[in-house]
């Protein structure tokens, strides 16, 4: 059983907020959200993490209503650059590799 | 820069070769990962180590994998007798602690022909 659902692909245009649901249905009391970013023949970029509400950091917001099985990555004003591949991962700070599922991620397109 | 480095970038081998890839972590992060990554799809958990210890693989790592991390600094991972099925990026990230702000290096891409 999957831990998280993303959709696979996602098209906007610059300049406009683009939000990417992550669904995680059965997270756990412990578990913390993580989003990561990664552009063609690169690894992995770190964007944001959160455990509930909001956060928010100098590239993106990261909102989890009150019941944590969904979450909502919010990236504001995009560009051409922030097409990439993003990933929402689920998983226990400070525990083992049941955190580290990276799924297919969702594929945004950005278009002038 | 002091990011985490892989070496090589690149590598290409035959069919039943082995191969050593080698990846340096930021030096305060305990915590090491390997991943694997083919075309579409995301990075895919190989195994970790905390400092020199690895604690956990991947029950899909096939027994040809092998990794170390000596002095729990820079590691190593091998495959031996390489496999067409073996092709993909190999990436290695660190960090302070599971679950926390993984650091991804450039990746290794190894072809098998």
């Known amino acids: 059983l999957a831990k998280t659902t993303q959709p696979i692909s996602m098209d906007s245009y610059e300049g406009q907020e683009v939000n990417i649901t992550c669904s995680h249905n059965n997270i756990a009391t412990n578990d913390y959200i993580t989003w990561y970013q990664q552009f063609p023949s690169q690894g992995p970029r770190f964007i944001i993490q959160?455990?509930?509400t909001k956060v928010t950091n100098e590239v993106a917001s990261l909102f989890i209503p009150a019941d944590r099985k969904s979450s909502t990555l919010s990236l504001p004003r995009v560009s051409l650059s922030d097409t990439a591949v993003y990933y929402c991962l689920v998983g226990d700070v400070g525990g083992g590799a049941d955190g580290l599922t990276f799924g297919k991620g969702t594929h945004l397109i950005i278009q002038p | 820069d002091t990011g985490v480095s892989q070496d090589p970038r690149h590598k290409i081998t035959k069919r039943g070769q082995n191969v050593t890839f080698r990846c340096d972590p930021i030096?305060?992060?305990?915590?090491l990962y390997w991943y694997r990554q083919t075309l579409g799809q995301g990075p895919e958990f190989l195994t970790y180590f905390q400092n020199e210890a690895q604690l956990e693989k991947s029950r899909l790592l096939s027994d040809r994998f092998s990794a170390e991390r000596p002095k729990g600094s820079f590691s190593t991972l091998e495959i031996q007798r390489t496999e067409q099925g073996d092709s993909a990026m190999y990436l290695c990230a660190s960090s302070v602690q599971t679950g926390y702000e993984q650091y991804f290096g450039p990746g290794t891409r190894l072809t098998v022909t």
């Open positions: 959160g455990y509930k």
């Open positions: 030096s305060e992060h305990n915590r």
